[in-house]
């Protein structure tokens, strides 16, 4: 099936500086594609090669079908919502909204019956008449959300739209994103740093280390199955633990080797490794927080700090001089015994929540 939007090849410096390398990824019609990664990862820079606002070195962009990569700005059919709204402060809501359709030369009535649909889907039906200085920041936002849909473009390309609103803010106006974007059906690219972001709305996700792109998946399969060590590390909280490990054949059955302890893996990893023809002795065991359990038969660790969380417990314990957390639901454990500096502890996990990743390339194995 072609993409309905899609960067092939995109290359691009800035002086010395190879920011998007060889980039190419598709986005399909009508779903939010989450552009997630750390500052200065080339997001932005990427964004800004879509809406047409920077040139690529080298590559080509398609929408729906067409060739755009030489197209100006505005014939593009792609809107963008920046991180600082943009919005003209001294004019009121309507005018802000109507600005693009009454420039474009459609008449005032239809620009009336364009802006008041716009206001609907926002939910600010009320704020017509107020000028954009007196309301606030979410309020900003969907104004500027609205400014840019108006005109129906086929993609809407937002630029760490929450970035400047205080948290509580921020997961409403996340809420409220997915609401608009269900209503309008619009095809989404949403660039943001924060994984909770990316995860929450995004049907797919790319995620992006130094101009390269690390892996695109949706929300579960880049949590489940992380292509490499940075993905492992990025996504999730409290990030994954990362264990030096050994893989080894004893008897038929291979076997990982984590603090000192033996974990036999389970049938379908020993399967692959069966077919696999290099096997790797030494590899980094990945397991996230919250699939380490408390075991009286476990791994020996002492706890350095822990943090109540109402329903969870949050362990930071040293093991063999290794800092590995922990996080316990309250309900399964003995507080008193574990909930306090230099507690002594022993921990296991499921060998079935190990994630495998080779030491050298540090692609995940399996
Ligand atoms: P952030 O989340 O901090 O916005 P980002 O992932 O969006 O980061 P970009 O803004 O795309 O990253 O920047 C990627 C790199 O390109 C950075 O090193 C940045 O300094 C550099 N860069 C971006 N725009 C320009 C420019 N116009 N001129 C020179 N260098 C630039």
Known sequence: ??????????DKHFGDNHVVKNVSFGVRCGEI??????????KTTILRISGGFEEPDSGEIFLDGKNIT???????????VFQNYALFPHMSVFDNIAFGPRTAGIKEKEVGKMVEEMLSIIRLEGLASRKTDTISGGQKQRIAIARALINKPKLLLLDEPLAALDLKLR??????????????GTTFIYVTHDQVEAMTLGDRIVIMRDGFIQ????????????????VAGFIGTPQMNFFDATLTKKGDKYVATVQGADFELPAEKQAALKNMSNVPTNVVVGVRPVHIHLSET????????????????????????KDIVIVVPTTDIDLNAVHGSHKPVKYSFKPELMHFFDKETEKNIF
Do not use: W
């Open 1 to 10: 099936m072609p993409e309905f939007f899609e960067l092939r090849n995109i």
């Open 33 to 42: 594609f989450s552009l997630l990664g750390p500052s200065g990862c080339g």
């Open 70 to 80: 030489d197209a100006a700005p505005n014939k593009r059919k792609i809107n963008t």
């Open 171 to 184: 997961q409403y106006m996340l809420l409220e994103l997915d609401r608009i974007h269900d209503e309008v």
């Open 215 to 230: 892996q695109i998946g949706t929300p579960q399969e880049v949590f489940n199955h992380p292509a490499n060590l940075f």
């Open 298 to 321: 476990g791994i020996p660790a002492e706890v350095d700090v822990s943090e109540l969380m109402g329903s969870e417990l949050h362990l930071h314990v040293n093991s063999n001089g």
